[in-house]
């Protein structure tokens, strides 16, 4: 099942296991529990530290399999073949189940393992998810330091009715002690928030006692990353308060337009990122969105969401976009029971449905491609009279069988039977007449719009909510710069993002050399 080369890989890395693993198979007689067997017993033969057992009919979904080491009670158990995306899952699993240390904050460590109660967490992911192996691996990581949590990952694809019965649309989706207890990515930090409703409260406090920065980076992307970098490398007090550390790039599936990166995936250049980040004397403050912006005497301020104040010389936001949603009812009722906006994540569990893509652009044209294989029908429903997207996907597009393209359409109410979608109302705009498509899935490509609500009123935004900026990231208020997706600057690309971050990161070390400047007797009488 594993190549030469990745068996190679994974021999070394399991070189730094300290202790036993022991691994247990559930196994029927399905091919799915064949593939996974083969799986395991090539992982045994990576490792004189790896022993396998199987047992049959003993309760447990089948196939899974659960990881343990003698002496320790650990709950942590795989259902389905941890391949694709969660293949990394499972080696760091390994290596933590065998005694490797973690990377995690010391000071995050102990508050997991201080967590008490029992909890048992499911997390259903599919193989083709970016977003899920964060969850994964955090819920992992949480049951081998703490015993009272137990985890199981199940690949949604695998148990198809399991997923149905529990109206599952959306992964990651993540059950507590049998209850959705959350969708979408989650590290460990915003898991332990969650569950310790007092960590947000210390942290705010312990936050808002940190000295003023000399550049506070608001956001995490590409633009925030650029801007600390170059910040750091300047020697200057620097800080980034990130809601999520990646921003948009972890949503996003390949990147093959990343100048001497050919290729790779959003959620690896965000932790490419984060390492380069935390390379340099920059405090990483996460899960902190910001609410307000404020000049308070000497400094600027940016309140948190969280409680947290904190204060800088300058400050660069590079807050980035969020997907644009179709505003229509209906919509926010069934977001996660059928409403979608991640084609590759969510896809899977649509197989065999019939479904709709919003948005005719490259975005939603390659989402109707993807979708087409696993998918009944496909419905493409686009606003404008014709299609955005490159002709080469155009052709690709019409060449599928199951696939109906709408031009001329507006979107007008997402129906459900109040637990998940069962039809999209649209509008013809050339007859004006409403037609009703009867599907279980919406899947909405439509654009992005600025995370910039919050700064209405503070400095100058464009008719689309973008931060005016000129040549140099300056901002409308002084000492306030910004740069990436959520500017007027053309063209939404990483690359450029970056490029503007360190633009604005230099503009922002230049305003505080000249605003720090002693002034001339000849300024003085001016």
């Known amino acids: 099942m594993l190549d030469a080369n990745l068996k190679t890989q994974l021999k070394?890395?399991?070189?730094?296991?300290?202790?036993?693993?022991?691994?247990?198979?559930?196994?029927?007689?399905?091919?799915?529990?064949?593939?996974?067997?083969?799986?395991?017993?090539?992982?045994?033969?990576?490792?004189?530290?790896?022993?396998?057992?199987?047992?049959?009919?003993?309760?447990?979904?089948?196939?899974?399999?659960?990881?343990?080491?003698?002496?320790?009670?650990?709950?942590?158990?795989?259902?389905g073949l941890p391949m694709g995306h969660e293949f990394t899952s499972l080696v760091l699993a390994l290596l933590q189940v065998g005694g490797h240390p973690s990377?995690?904050?010391?000071?995050?460590?102990?508050?997991?393992?201080?967590?008490?109660?029992?909890?048992?967490?499911?997390?259903?992911?599919?193989?083709?998810?970016?977003?899920?192996?964060?969850?994964?691996?955090?819920?992992?990581?949480?049951?081998?330091?703490?015993?009272?949590?137990?985890?199981?990952?199940?690949?949604?694809?695998?148990?198809?009715?399991?997923?149905?019965?529990?109206?599952?649309?959306?992964?990651?989706?993540?059950?507590?002690?049998?209850?959705?207890?959350?969708?979408?990515?989650?590290?460990?930090?915003?898991i332990v928030a969650k569950l310790d409703t007092g960590a947000a409260h210390r942290e705010a406090k312990k936050l808002s006692a940190e000295a003023p920065f000399e550049v506070l980076i608001v956001g995490g992307g590409p633009a925030g990353a650029a801007a600390a970098v170059y910040a750091a490398r300047k020697g200057i007090r620097t800080g980034v308060a990130a809601e999520r550390f990646g921003g948009q790039v972890l949503d996003t599936m390949g990147i093959e337009n990343f100048i001497s990166v050919p290729h790779t995936e959003g959620p690896k250049l965000a932790q490419a990122l984060e390492t380069h980040v935390r390379e340099n004397d920059v405090k990483i403050m996460n899960l902190q969105k910001a609410a307000e912006l404020n000049r308070e005497g000497d400094h600027f301020a940016v309140h948190m969401e969280s409680g947290a104040v904190l204060k800088a010389k300058t400050v660069i936001l590079s807050t980035g976009a969020r997907w644009r949603q179709m505003g229509v009812p209906g919509e926010d009722i069934y977001r996660n029971k059928g409403v979608a906006y991640c084609p590759h994540c969510d896809g899977p569990l649509f197989k065999g449905k019939r479904v709709a893509v919003i948005g005719g652009g490259n975005s939603g044209v390659e989402a109707a491609i993807d979708l087409a294989g696993i998918v009944k029908h496909v419905t493409l429903i686009e606003f404008d009279t014709k299609l955005r997207a490159d002709a080469v996907l155009q052709r690709k597009l019409h060449s599928l069988p199951n696939v109906t393209v709408l031009v001329s359409a507006r979107s007008t109410e997402v129906k459900g039977d109040g637990q998940k979608v069962s039809g999209l109302v649209y509008e013809n705009r050339v007859t004006g007449e409403h037609h009703t498509i009867d599907l279980e899935g919406i899947f909405v490509q439509i654009g992005l719009l600025p995370n910039t609500d919050w700064l209405k009123g503070t400095i100058d935004l464009s008719p689309r909510g973008e931060i005016v900026i000129d040549g140099h990231g300056q901002t409308s208020l002084p000492g306030v710069f910004a740069?990436?997706?959520?500017?007027?600057?053309?063209?939404k690309q990483i690359i450029i993002a970056a490029g503007e971050g360190a633009k604005a990161s230099l503009s922002a070390f230049d305003y505080l050399i000249r605003s720090s400047a002693p002034q001339t007797e000849e300024a003085k009488a001016a």
């Open 12 to 79: 070394a890395y399991l070189e730094r296991v300290v202790r036993p693993i022991q691994i247990t198979a559930s196994v029927n007689d399905s091919p799915k529990s064949r593939e996974m067997l083969e799986l395991l017993h090539e992982l045994q033969d990576a490792s004189s530290k790896i022993s396998l057992s199987e047992s049959h009919d003993d309760g447990e979904r089948a196939p899974s399999f659960a990881l343990t080491t003698p002496g320790q009670d650990i709950s942590l158990r795989f259902a």
């Open 103 to 190: 990377k995690l904050e010391q000071a995050v460590i102990e508050q997991v393992r201080d967590l008490d109660g029992e909890m048992t967490f499911e997390t259903y992911f599919s193989l083709s998810c970016q977003n899920c192996p964060d969850v994964v691996q955090a819920l992992n990581l949480m049951a081998v330091l703490n015993p009272n949590i137990k985890h199981t990952a199940i690949d949604g694809a695998l148990f198809q009715q399991e997923v149905d019965a529990r109206q599952v649309m959306s992964v990651p989706t993540i059950f507590l002690n049998g209850q959705v207890f959350g969708q979408g990515r989650m590290g460990v930090e915003e």
């Open 483 to 491: 740069a990436g997706d959520c500017t007027t600057i053309p063209y």
